[in-house]
Nanobody, 123 residues
Framework: QVQLVESGGGLAQVGGSLRLSCAAS????????MGWYRQAPGKEREFVSA????????YYADSVKGRFTVSRDNAKNTVYLQMNSLKPEDTAVYYC????????????????WGKGTLVTVSS
């Protein structure tokens, strides 16, 4: 049974930092591109960042480029999202998702999803 479990969300101040983790089980993690997506209240889910399975290429939405960093540890079956210089508009539920043999950038291709972790950025 595949499981993706996000953690690390919480309350942060504007300009602060949080580090999200997504622990995967039940799959060959190294074969999966991993994506981070978010959904703010009243808005559609949007792509945030991803890291591919093959060469570790990273991808970012323009809104987070330069502030967020995605990484993965295949030995720990875990993907991370380091979020710095947080803004109120970063407030959302953050989901990780997995795409076998892919980049992780297209939500329509993602095969597995976590349940999400809430990030709230307050001023």
């Amino acid at each position: 049974q595949v499981q993706l479990v996000e953690s690390g969300g919480g309350l942060a101040q504007v300009g602060g930092s949080l580090r999200l983790s997504c622990a995967a089980s039940g799959l060959s993690f190294y074969l999966y591109g991993m994506g981070w997506y978010r959904q703010a209240p009243g808005k559609e889910r949007e792509f945030v960042s991803a890291i591919s399975w093959a060469n570790g290429n990273t991808y970012y939405a323009d809104s987070v480029k330069g502030r967020f960093t995605v990484s993965r540890d295949n030995a720990k079956n875990t993907v991370y999202l380091q979020m710095n210089s947080l803004k109120p508009e970063d407030t959302a539920v953050y989901y990780c998702a997995a795409e076998r043999l892919g980049a992780g950038t297209n939500p329509n291709n993602m095969e597995e999803w976590g349940k999400g972790t809430l990030v709230t950025v307050s001023s």
